[in-house]
């Protein structure tokens, strides 16, 4: 009995654990393929360093679902005699019949978009060569273009090419390819929302201006204190000069302690290590250095604000 309870039990447990077996490794499967059949659809740009994220508009196996029928489907676009079969991003899911019918599964070549008509299948791009850009470098709020080349050929001497123009539209949500022109290179237009700059600040914006704003203070507290306050033209005659210095020493210090641990832990380092800390210096000398070189000083000049210098006269 005990025997024949243990088989029913293995009877019954071995498809479950086949079975879940089977969707983890099919999952990894499809992560790894979506890696090697997609390329990231975001763009930061180079004129006002706005990130834009079009994720969203990529057609995936993984987000076809009952739920979602819609993601289950390509882009496809009609005009006159042609059908168009998009996506972007991420090549198209499913090979168009007509390509199939005229080719097979296997020999039609993967694509970012195919047009097809009555007995013609033709790929439009090739996913590795997706290229960002602005559609005006002008006028960055227009909105966003995606190039791909390397479609079939068109007259024997062209490949096909496709560019994606997504126009900034606030009230089209992700929207989709409206029209297709063009017999070669063709060109999708598209309105969307995700093309429009969000206005949000970014920290590389934050930074780049938090640094800029400060380098003025700091030149034109240098022309004052040598215009006004007669100090002579040397690095002391900047404002807040001693903080500067120690705060120099502290992250300098912080930098020795890194470049000690990874001696430490990576001993083929050590060269590099007793190179760079030659080079660098003693950080904890500089700030103790700093400090008694400040107390010092004290004697022969008064500190007002924070700020001290050699004649103490008050800085900026």
Known sequence: VDRGIILLLLIIAVPII??????????????????LTSHPCTYISPVDRVEYDLTSLSKKRGSCSSSNPQGCQDY???????????????????KPAECVNLFGERNVQSSIGYQTAD????????LRTGKWSLLDNR????????????????????????????????????????????????????????????GKTSLFQFLFWGLALFGLYLMGGFFHNVRFKNLPADIDAIPHIDQLRWFGSLVTALFQQLLEQMQEYIPATRGFVSWVQGTV????????????????????????????????????
């Open 18 to 35: 086949a079975w879940q077996a089977y969707r983890k490794v099919s999952f990894e499967f499809n992560e790894i393929m979506t890696a």
């Open 76 to 94: 496809k676009v009609h005009r006159q005699d042609d059908d168009f079969y998009l996506n972007v991003c991420s090549n198209v899911m499913r």
């Open 119 to 126: 007995g013609v299948c033709y790929t439009m791009g090739s």
């Open 139 to 198: 006028h960055p709020e227009a909105g966003l273009k995606l190039t791909y080349t390397g479609g079939d050929q068109c007259d024997g001497r062209t490949e096909r090419s496709t560019e994606f123009h997504f126009e900034c539209n606030p009230d089209a949500g992700d929207g989709e390819p409206v029209t297709v022109m063009g017999d070669c290179d063709f060109v999708v237009t598209w309105e969307t929302a995700l093309a429009c700059p969000s």
């Open 281 to 316: 210096g003693n950080g904890y000398e500089a700030i103790s250095g700093s400090r008694s070189g400040a107390g010092s000083d004290s004697g022969d000049a008064k500190r007002t604000g924070g700020i001290l210098d050699r004649q103490g006269h008050e800085q900026l």
